[in-house]
């Protein structure tokens, strides 16, 4: 079928004034792993599942699909806990004189180390699933956490933010907004900032995020070798300020050197400052403002990451802005999988990219895209569904109503 409305638009990576950033050992899969070995501290480790989908493959006309599960993270509904953790305890470790290499759950939680360190406030601003991860990983460790989250958070995200014990504060801005009223607050009342997108004089705490969430990928790899695929030819990574997508990437790089896949990073339409920030050519990050209205909550960020710029510049291949209805048309199908594929639940910001290859393969307005992306019968995709269905209403709806139909679902109906 022939769209009408666009969904879809991508621009490729550059050659730009600039030279390429070298690959920075913060990425490498020794110390990715390094930083896996501290989580595994936690009782509640788990990897989460790579997930094959064979039928899906079929559909698409490729090899292997693979769906790397996170709404099976700690039984927190997302991947964002590895960051979150990781970082408060690499700040408490500091503080403490332990070594990045001795930190573990146990350790921090010794009675003398709680005498030491007190209480400490973590401040954070969030669309969600980061604030959750924060005030879980502050409370599990015996301290406390504030939250801010921007207008028009749903109640849901609000209440499994407090169920952790975290106080929360819904403001009048949107989320970059929010950070910045966050910084406020911790500089009027004290406390540690721990945000996942660095500016001036903050660095450490956005870094170790973005080493915590390459914990994801650093499974993934070693769970695809595991199932026969050593060299996924296609990886996809959600941006919203770019911390996972730039951990991820960095690792893939590191990790497959020359082989690594062809990756692709997406963003909704209201919100791509990565694709604002690749099309101006000039090698350097845009931000973007105003207003946001995404389904995709987590993505809608406007300002990248200072520290995950220069890896997604260098070391990604094309850069997507997706409107909701493909994210929508994602979530659709993997609740109800092909043949017998498994159900996945994935939220408005984990299924972008499988509506993505969809619209490729259904909607021939996109067929010259699809041929840039050089999907194939050999292709290996490697996809993250990053959340479960964190607003449980919205998905519902999304999935019985079928809201947002994507152009290529509409001429089928």
């Known amino acids: 079928m022939q769209s009408t409305a666009v969904e879809i638009e991508f621009v490729e990576r550059k050659r730009y004034p600039v030279a390429p950033q070298p690959l920075s050992h913060d990425f490498s899969a020794a110390t990715i792993g390094a930083v896996r070995r501290f989580h595994q501290t936690f009782r509640q480790y788990q990897p989460t599942p790579l997930v094959a989908l064979p039928g899906l493959a079929a559909e698409l006309g490729v090899a292997g699909v693979w769906v790397k599960d996170e709404s099976r993270r700690f039984d927190l509904n997302s991947f964002k806990v590895l960051g979150g953790s990781y970082a408060i305890a690499r700040y408490l470790g500091d503080v403490l004189g332990i070594k990045p290499s ?12 709680r005498r030491a360190l007190g209480t400490v406030t973590f401040v954070t601003a969030t669309d969600g699933n980061h604030g959750r991860a924060v005030a879980w990983s502050a409370r599990e460790l015996g301290h406390r956490a504030v939250v801010f989250m921007p207008r028009g958070t749903v109640a849901a995200r609000v209440a499994n933010i407090e169920k952790e014990g975290a106080e929360v ?4 801005g949107n989320y970059d907004e929010t950070i910045r009223t966050a910084r406020a607050y911790m500089e009027r009342h004290g406390g ?14 956005p870094l170790w995020i973005m080493q915590g969430y390459a914990v994801v990928m650093h499974e993934a790899v070693e769970q695809a070798a595991a199932a026969g695929v050593e060299f996924p030819s296609h990886a996809f990574l959600q941006a919203g300020v770019g911390s996972f997508a730039g951990g991820a ?13 062809r990756t692709s990073v997406i963003e909704p339409t209201e919100a791509a400052c990565y694709y604002a920030s690749v099309a101006a050519g000039d090698g350097e990050p845009h931000d973007i403002g105003g207003e946001m209205p995404s389904i995709m909550a987590g993505l809608a960020c406007g ?8 890896i997604l510049r260098d070391h990604a291949d094309l850069y997507f802005r997706v409107a909701d209805s493909i994210a929508a ?4 199908a993997l609740a109800a999988p092909r043949a017998a594929d498994p159900a996945l639940v994935a939220g408005e910001s984990a299924a972008a990219a499988v509506g993505l290859v969809l619209a490729l393969e259904h909607d021939r307005s996109y067929a010259a895209v699809r041929g840039t992306l050089g999907l194939g019968t050999d292709s290996q995709l490697l996809i993250v569904s990053t959340e479960g269905d964190t607003d449980p209403d919205h998905y519902r709806r999304v999935i019985d109503e079928r809201l947002y139909p994507a152009a290529w679902e509409a001429a089928r109906r």
């Open 169 to 172: 504060h819904v403001t009048d």
């Open 249 to 261: 990437a960095g690792l893939l790089a590191s990790h497959y050197g020359e082989r690594r896949p």
């Open 102 to 113: 001795e930190l573990s759950f146990t350790r921090l939680n010794e009675p003398a180390a």
């Open 303 to 310: 300002e990248p990451n200072r520290l995950a710029w220069p």
């Open 329 to 332: 048309s994602g979530m659709r």
């Open 192 to 205: 540690v900032i721990v945000q996942d997108t660095a500016w001036e004089g903050y660095r450490d705490i």
